[in-house]
């Protein structure tokens, strides 16, 4: 195994572990039920048993983590290479994202009064700056990407889409983050999902454009 795997493994498997250690060692401090849903205004809206935090901060992380090791394998022409460092990279962000989610949901036990949207918010800005990165090294494939019917034809009409998304990705991600930290908590969720969803337009859109000039081009030929 490359060296410069196992160090992206060893740290998958860390961020992995941090909410179940975390859940344990709060454990006898935190109340029967705990904060399980969370409302547009980042407030609590919902509850559930503590012992259900368990499949969130171990169960859901781990299979997370196990999905996206065999995700290559399944692939069938093998163009998602799981032994890349940057897949590493990606799986790595993935799992941060919901063991950092899980241990803002133990802490919330703790401090059901602290709920707000923030948190959240950045965690998620963080991940799309390290999705932004992925993207723009990807390969054609079936399973991890800007998948449209256009990016899946063309290798070209791929690369430029990719190139841009992540790109914009990035940009979204840093723009949540920072507007999350200075925005009113009541605003941040609309201005997440009005960045995730121009983002996700923009990126199909894009494709679309960049698969007709190219086919313009062929016929110019």
Known sequence: MKKNLLIWQVLTLVVLAIPSVYLGYV?????????????????????????NLWLFTLALPLGTALLLTLLPH?????RLDGSNVNFQKLRLAVVGL??????????????????????IAVLVGVFFVFLGNYLTTVQPNYFVGIRTPWTLESPSVWARTHRAGGILFCIAG???????LVLPPTWTPRMMLAL???????????????FRQEQQQRKTV
Do not use: M
């Open 174 to 180: 840093l723009l949540i983050v920072g507007l999350a």
């Open 27 to 51: 454990w006898a401090e935190l109340p029967a039920q705990v904060p399980s849903h969370f409302g547009t205004n980042g407030q609590v809206n919902g509850y559930t048993s503590r012992q």
């Open 74 to 78: 399944f692939d069938p022409k093998r």
């Open 98 to 119: 919901l063991s950092g989610i899980a241990c803002y949901s133990v802490y919330l036990g703790l401090h059901p009064n602290a709920a707000s949207a923030t948190g």
């Open 196 to 210: 995730i969803i121009g983002t996700a337009l923009f990126s199909y859109g894009y494709s679309y454009a960049a």
